[in-house]
Nanobody, 125 residues
Framework: QVQLVESGGGLVQAGGSLRLSCAAS????????VGWFRQAPGKEREFVAA????????VYTDSVKGRFTISRDNAKNTVSLQMNSLKPEDTAVYYC??????????????????WGQGTQVTVSS
């Protein structure tokens, strides 16, 4: 079992920044991939970024490359998502998720085993 708790969402103006955090507990944190997904009203949940445990190798969706940075601290069992240059289209509920497969980073939501409750990010224009 893995428990994930997100924090750090909020309301920000376009061009601003937010930092999301995901605190994990349960199974050994260093053994699995952690990803961030987001879901806007009326839209499918989409992959944002993920980071591998073995080498901290990140993967990003194209729309956030150069603006978002994912990082993990295995000693503190946390994964962060630094979001800069935010745009109104980044508005969504952001979810932290754990993929217990240690093979490679995967980007489909059904491939992740555990989810947090989500945190709202709203970017005003």
């Amino acid at each position: 079992q893995v428990q994930l708790v997100e924090s750090g969402g909020g309301l920000v103006q376009a061009g601003g920044s937010l930092r999301l955090s995901c605190a994990a507990s349960g199974r050994s944190f260093s053994m699995y991939v952690v990803g961030w997904f987001r879901q806007a009203p009326g839209k499918e949940r989409e992959f944002v970024a993920a980071i591998r445990s073995s080498d901290n190798q990140p993967v990003y969706t194209d729309s956030v490359k150069g603006r978002f940075t994912i990082s993990r601290d295995n000693a503190k069992n946390t994964v962060s998502l630094q979001m800069n240059s935010l745009k109104p289209e980044d508005t969504a509920v952001y979810y932290c998720a754990a993929d217990l497969s240690v093979v490679a980073i995967r980007t489909r939501s059904y491939q992740y085993d555990y989810w947090g409750q989500g945190t709202q990010v709203t970017v005003s224009s």
